[in-house]
C-alpha cells in the first residue's frame, strides 16, 4: 500500500483484516481494528490514540472523513470509543467521533456524529447534518439538519437500496486494491 500511514500509539498497534482496502493517503493510528471486506477510502484518518475505534465488516468510510475518539474523563472512565458495526457506509468528508452506529446504518456526507450518539440499524443521519453530544436516532429513522431532528421512518425499499451501496463499495473497493497492487 503506497502512502498510508499505519501508526502505533501507546502500544497499540492497528490491526487490519488482509481483505480489507485502504486507500492511499489514509493514516491509521493506534488502537483500530478494522474487518474483513472494510474499504476506508482515499485520505481517510482514522486516530484511535486515547481511545479505540472499531470498524465492522464491509463498513465503508468514504474520501476525507475523520474518526476518532474521546478517552477517559472523571464523570465517564470508559471514555468514548468510536463502535462501527457491519455494513455501516459513511459519506465523504464526514465527522465520527467517540460515537456507536449500529450495523447498518448509514451517516451522509459531511455530516458530524459527536460523542456519546448512537445512530440505530438501518437509520440515516442525512447530508451536512449535525447530531449533537448524546443523541440517540432510533432504528430506521431518518434525520437531519443542524442540529440533527427526526425527518420521517426509513421504508423497506431505501433500507435496501442502503444495502445494495454496501455490496457496491465491498466490489469496488476489491477492484482499487487489485489497481493499487499491480502498481
Given at each position: 500500500m503506497?502512502?498510508?500511514?499505519i501508526i502505533s500509539v501507546n502500544g497499540k498497534t492497528p490491526r487490519i483484516d488482509p481483505s480489507a482496502f485502504i486507500a492511499p493517503g489514509c493514516r491509521i493510528i493506534g488502537?483500530?481494528?478494522?474487518?474483513?471486506?472494510v474499504s476506508?477510502?482515499?485520505?481517510?484518518?482514522?486516530r484511535a490514540d486515547v481511545s479505540h475505534i472499531v470498524v465492522g465488516a464491509r463498513s465503508n468510510i468514504q474520501d476525507g472523513s475523520v474518526v476518532h475518539c474521546d478517552g477517559p474523563m472523571p464523570h465517564r472512565p470508559e471514555g468514548f470509543p468510536t463502535i462501527i458495526g457491519e455494513d455501516v457506509l459513511i459519506g465523504h468528508l464526514a465527522m465520527v467521533h467517540g460515537c456507536t452506529l449500529a450495523d447498518r446504518a448509514f451517516v451522509g456526507l459531511k455530516a458530524t456524529v459527536m460523542n456519546g450518539c448512537r445512530i440505530g440499524s438501518d437509520a440515516m443521519l442525512a447530508a451536512g447534518a449535525l447530531l449533537t453530544?448524546?443523541?440517540?436516532?432510533p432504528d430506521r429513522e431518518l434525520w437531519a439538519g443542524s442540529p440533527a431532528r427526526r425527518v420521517r421512518e426509513i421504508g423497506d425499499a431505501q433500507a435496501a437500496?442502503?444495502?445494495?451501496?454496501?455490496?457496491?463499495?465491498?466490489?469496488?473497493?476489491r477492484m482499487h486494491k487489485a489497481a493499487i497492487d499491480q502498481g
Open positions: 503506497n502512502d498510508v500511514s488502537d483500530v481494528t478494522i474487518g474483513p471486506d476506508i477510502w482515499y485520505n481517510c484518518v482514522l453530544e448524546n443523541k440517540e436516532i437500496g442502503m444495502q445494495m451501496g454496501v455490496a457496491h463499495y465491498v466490489m469496488n473497493g
